[in-house]
């Protein structure tokens, strides 16, 4: 079960995000068009992930993330990502509190960037 404090540092933050901890739609598809190399985390659960996703993402749940964590690379840019947001946010914060600090969360989130006419897989 996901700890409430996660969920109320999720709901602060989408309110007042921070500049440095956050990834536009525009910026991401951008450095995808660039090459760069980061890891993409969705924790939308896995029926969420099969309508469609960003190419190239890692599904793990959000429910799940506290007990899978070690599966998300410390040595990489991470990008959380989910429907719109929220989950993407709870998720930064709780790979910061796992000792991770190259996280930002994707504005929007994946309705986002199939808004903005991006593909999905």
Not at 80 to 102: E, H, P, S, W
Request: glycine share 8%.
């Amino acid at each position: 079960m996901l700890d409430q404090k996660y969920i109320t540092k999720a709901q602060t933050f989408l309110e007042n995000p921070q500049e440095d901890k956050v990834i536009t739609v525009d910026e991401l598809k951008d450095a995808i068009d660039d090459g760069k190399h980061f890891f993409l985390l969705d924790v939308r659960m896995p029926d969420e992930v099969a309508e469609g996703k960003i190419p190239g993402v890692v599904n793990i749940p959000l429910p799940e993330l506290d007990s899978r964590w070690s599966e998300v690379p410390k040595d990489k840019n991470i990008i959380t990502v989910c429907a719109r947001g929220g989950r993407a946010a709870a998720a930064m914060f709780i790979l910061q509190d796992k000792g991770y600090n190259k996280i930002h969360t994707l504005l929007g989130g994946t309705l986002g960037w199939i808004q903005e006419g991006n593909k999905v897989e």
